[in-house]
């Protein structure tokens, strides 16, 4: 997973988290995460529902990630 996310840097920015069911990249925002409570895999559709709890270590994880893009 690390070597991916180094090699996946010099490509492009992202932002979002793979589908934990075909590992699909699923791209969303903070903004998305946070108004949505939910997201949807573009691959297979399943829907994950993203509970305050698990919702805010992924706001802390891709807050890090748009700052290190922003610097
Ligand atoms: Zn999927």
Do not use: W, Y
């Amino acid at each position: 997973m690390v070597e991916d996310s180094k090699q996946e840097h010099s490509k492009e920015h992202k932002t979002g988290m793979n589908c934990p069911q075909c590992g699909a990249f699923i791209k969303t925002s903070i903004f998305e995460l946070f108004t949505s409570g939910a997201l949807s895999c573009p691959s297979c559709h399943l829907r994950i529902s993203i509970d305050r709890t698990e919702s805010k270590i992924a706001f802390n994880a891709l807050r890090k990630v748009q700052q290190a893009q922003q610097n």
